[in-house]
Structure formats: C-alpha cells, structure tokens
C-alpha cells in the first residue's frame, strides 16, 4: 500500500516560482526598478530588512535550478517573467537582454524535457508606472497588453502555457488597501480601482496572447474558502463581503461577463460612485480562457468587525469590515494559517457548481506550505510536517476531481525557499531548502517525497 493519492494519465505534475523571490540581480544587464525594490528598501517594511536583491541568485544560478527540477521528474515549471527587465520604465524601449535570459531559461527547461508555464505578472510592477498612478489608473493596464505583446512575440513559439496575472487579490488590497505588499498605499477607491484596472490588464494581455498565437491562456486567482467565526448574522454576512472581495471580484467578471451583485453591500458608496468602469470593459475581461490557476493554501475564518476608518475614502472590507479568526482544533503552520485539506474539496466543488459550463479546466497552480524544518547534523533537512500538507491536499484534490471537477494540473509551492514578501527569508515555502550565505541548495524530505509521487503515477 502507498499513501500517494493517484492521478489520472496526462495529468501535469510541476513546481512554481516567482521572479522577484528567486532571481536577485536586481540590478544588472538593465533591469528596472520595480515596486518591490522601492518597497523592500524602505525602513520597516520588510521584516528584518529583507530584499530581494540577491534572493536565490536564480538569474545566475538557473541551470543549477533547472537539474533540480528535471531530477524531480516534474512536467511543467511555472515561473514569472519580470517586467522590469523586458520594459525598464513599463513603457517605451524594450531591453534585449531581459529577454535573452527567459529566452535561455524557457531553451534550458525544454532541453530538460519540461514544458514552460510563464506567468507574466507576479507583482513586479515597474517603479515608473507607480510613479504614474499604478494600478489605479488605466494607463498601466494599456502597457501591461503591450508588454505581453513583446514578450509573447519573442517566447509564444516555445511557450505553451501563459498567465496574465497571479493572485491580483494581493495587488489590488495588499497593496493598495492595507499596504502590507508593494507600493504600500492604504486606500479605498484607489484599491477598487487597481482591481478593475487589473482585470482590464488581463483582457488586455489575452487579447496580445491570442494575437501571438499561444497554446493556453489562463489567469491565477488566490481564491479563498471563508467561513463564519459563529452562526451570528453579523459574522454571516462578513463572510458575504469577504467573499465578494477575496472571490467574486474576480470570478464574475472573468467567468460571468458580470460584476457581483453584493458589491454595493461590500464597498457602499465607494463602488456606486465610481469612474473607471467603461463601456465594453466585461467583453473585454470576460473572453474565453483555456484554464484558470488557482492558488490554495488555508481556509479564512471571518468575524464581523466595524468600521475602524473615520474616512469613507478609505474604507475597504479587507482593512475594516470583516476580521480574520484563529480556526480551532488544527495545526497551523509556520505562516499562522489553519492546515484544513477538506476545505480545499469545498472550495473547489463549490466554484464548479457556482459557474458549471462556464469554467473552464483548472490547473492548480500555487499550494503548498510554509514550515519550521529541521536539519540534522549531517546536512538533511526533514520537514515531515510539509510531506503531511502535501499528500492531504493531493489527496483533497483527488477528492474534488472524483467529485467532477476538472483539474488538469498541480504545481507544488515553491521549488525553492525564497524572499516571501514582506516577512523576508524568514518563512520558508521550498521543497529545496536554500542557505542565503552561500547559495547551497538542498533537497528536503518533501522533495523526495513529491519526486516519489510523481513517479508512482500511471504516465
């Protein structure tokens, strides 16, 4: 007997990355500066004054990265492409040598028998288009369909699988909400705009994808399972607003041509007397994908909170209407979040019942967990904790496609420890543990242990 749940043949087994997280060489061969170099350098920020300006070092070490992941026995790696290095200023001159480096990524992967997944933003969003209003503003989702233009052009021939946008739930209210992500600005409207103006972007970018002729076009979405601290209607009907901001902000657009019809309810005044809508701007959102990503992680338990804001301008669900609870009874992990796999099932089944024919197959596309590992005296690195998150949620997984839901992929987060955003390097995400002295890489038991997976399956 095995513990391995069992895929179906043809299904994609890969591990994911992120540019700012792995890559370092921030600024080398015309790299621009992005939102995330401004963020992590200003004092306070960033715990313990974390950057990313070495991180991995992956923009020098990625052959090295690229053996692990053909020792893995992995079909897909996604990564993102950084837009700073393609277009330094997010508009105007294109830098050949940004491109030259995914080029010999995407030549390096495929030589290893590895299909490419590029994302084509994960957060990285050029200092020069934040100087010129970021996301609030619609000029940045124009230069992000031109962006993609350029990159599809030089990589769609070797590409077959793309996505626009990951987790914009993050950008839109981590950044322009709470501030707690890059550019770090606490605001109301300025945050629904940054999500309309995102879900613009996409459109944008699926129209230059489509122009480019690529295999599979796909967006990535954080979507979150909320349930109710109590059976109070207050906490109810916080999970109602937590819902719309955390999913239906994006999946009705995207997959409904429709905005949620609880969003007066969520925002109020902020949604109804908004200006950045267009005519025509659900055609464009709503064209036709290949897949969806989705990124999977913990269950959010929601408690109703009041307003906490005295100015309406900045009054956003995430920062004061609803609160996030502890769930009792589990394990979390080194992040805080609850360890819950059967929520993953819920989530899943409940997306495919919401939208039926309207969704398409699902590729799984981030999921994984952050965790104290140990390492022994002579070296090895055991995360036995991570091993058990991993096969419950495969196993969740296997669930939800016995339930039929359409899951065609799975993409284990991250191959590597990295730079984890505004906590640093001090939460560590990899299969691959990595010593930021001195850029050793190696293998814990949860890499073994999803190799073991991989091969046990009928291919």
Known sequence: MTDFPSFPPGFVFGAATASYQIEGAVQEDGRGASIWDTYSHTPGLVANGDTGDVAC??????????????????DS???????????PDGAGPVNPKG??????????LLAAGIEPAATLYHWDLPQALEDGGGWRVRDTAERFGEYAAVVAEHLGDRVPRWITLNEPWCSAFLGYSVGRHAPGAREGRGALAAAHHLLAGHGLAVRALRAAGVREVGITLNLDHNLPATDSPADRAAVTRADTQHNLVWTEPILA?????????????LITGQDFRRDGDLELISQPLDFLGVNYYRPIVVADAPYRESDPARRVATDNRYEEVRLPGVRHTAMGWPVAPGTFTDLLVGLHERYGDALPPLHITENGSAEDDWVSPDGAVHDSDRVAYLRDHLTALRAAMDAGVDVRGYYVWSLLDNFEWAFGYGKRFGIVRV????????PKDSYRWYRALIAAQQR
């Open 99 to 108: 491109l030259d480096f995914y080029s010999r990524l995407v030549d390096e």
């Open 257 to 269: 041509g429709r905005y949620p019809d609880t969003e007066e309810e969520t925002w109020g005044e």
């Open 77 to 87: 790696y996604r990564f993102s492409i950084a837009w700073p290095r393609i277009v």
């Open 435 to 442: 010593d930021y002295g001195t850029q050793e890489r190696t």
């Open 57 to 74: 070092d992956h923009y020098h070490r990625y052959p090295q990265d690229v053996t692990l992941l053909r020792e893995l026995g992995v």
